[in-house]
């Protein structure tokens, strides 16, 4: 072993070391640590390979890791000689979760020190502006501690009192104010949320409207892998303006429209509770890195076939299984809730636009149906004359399907879609009575 290596590196190789040789031992370990609380190299390389074995199953020895590793910066004779190392140079496999608890300590203070030396480099040297930084700091510290508890296995009994004692507590799930759509009860933490529907059938302006009313209560989290967040800003402020989107995007506003903007944008900044976050290279762990520095309440991912691969050699099978995998493991070690947008496979895309998509046309793994604890889809059908989208009160009559509930209740929920506005409400009653229900 290289003898220059840091303190940290040493106790991240005798954890790998151990996971290697006994990955039972440390399975609950491999669950709750993240590729991004290892050094970049062979630690982090292997630490990648090891956990996705574990989440698809495979079994994890010397051999199948050196199999499954890659690395941007090491070559493969080098990255297999470091493995073998490891493996054979582990001081105790049973002490697997002393190592564990020090690299999520190290990690701790790698972002302490990271945060602080950020204010230094803005020039937030004040007392209140480092006080502020350190209070944040501080309480994304504890929040991955408490992420980190050595057990998670529990007593029959213990666990059905709990239960018991929860039914008394009010309920906790996320409420969008909109009744039509919170009876269904998708919105629980701990949970994850498929929405998925063909193209251009509205699924970023259905998220981004549920996204902007839950910030109102609760603190949102909205991933966009498509658009720049200046881009969502603007479908919202013609959501509340009611000045068409495209006036703004084009900047082709009159002197009144801009004074309406300016006041929508102070009515905004009063109202939300919302991170927007456009990273295009973003892949499930530094996903996974950021919602555990932003502790959301709920958080969107738009969408996730667009997450870049953590391994170049995985295909879009393995690459989507892992992702819907460790997003549902980080929705319930969190106590979050996870909004996945999703494409629909081509058999849906060509499929009768006249039906909803199913559950068998999401793209990519049968894992997102499977790891999702409720689904939505979005219709698209199109009205017949263009010419209803044009005014003011114009809309487009539409509706969403609640395919998967785990929890609840299946159906359909007639809408009304402006996308001039990007905006979506429910439809009312007499949308209802004319729906054609033997469509869905």
Known sequence: MDRTISHQQINQRAFLGAALMDPAGAYEYILKLTPGMFDEGACRDTFAAIQRLT?????????????????ATLSADDLKRNIMQMAETCPSVANAGSYAAQIVEDYRYQLIQADLLKCIAKDAMDADSVCRQLRRTLSMQDAIRNTQEDSTARDFDAVLDSALAQLDEPDNSLKLGWPELDRFGVFHRTRVCVVAGRPGCGKTDFSLNLASRLSKKYRVYYLTLEETAE????????KVSRIDSGKITNKRLDERERRIIDNTAGALRQHHNMMLD????????????????????????????????????????QRISEITRRLKVAAMKMGIVIVELCQISRSGVKGSTEKFCNLEDLRGSGTIEQDANSAIFVENRRPEDSQELRGYNAYQ??????????????????????????????APREDYDKMDQTSF
Not at 402 to 412: F, I, L, Q, W
């Open 397 to 426: 009559k539409t509706a969403i399907m609640y395919a998967k509930n785990r929890e609840g209740p299946t159906g359909v929920v007639a809408m009304r879609w402006q996308p001039q506005y990007h905006d979506w409400q429910p």
């Open 55 to 71: 989440f698809a199953g495979d079994p994890v020895d010397p051999v199948t890791v050196v199999n499954m590793a890659t690395s």
């Open 278 to 317: 456009a990273d295009s290279n973003l892949t499930i762990d530094g996903l996974e890195a950021k919602l555990m520095q932003y502790k959301p309440d709920v958080a969107f991912v738009d969408h996730i076939g667009l997450l870049s691969p953590t391994d170049p050699r995985q295909t879009e099978y």
């Open 231 to 238: 881009a969502l800003m603007n479908r919202m402020l013609s």
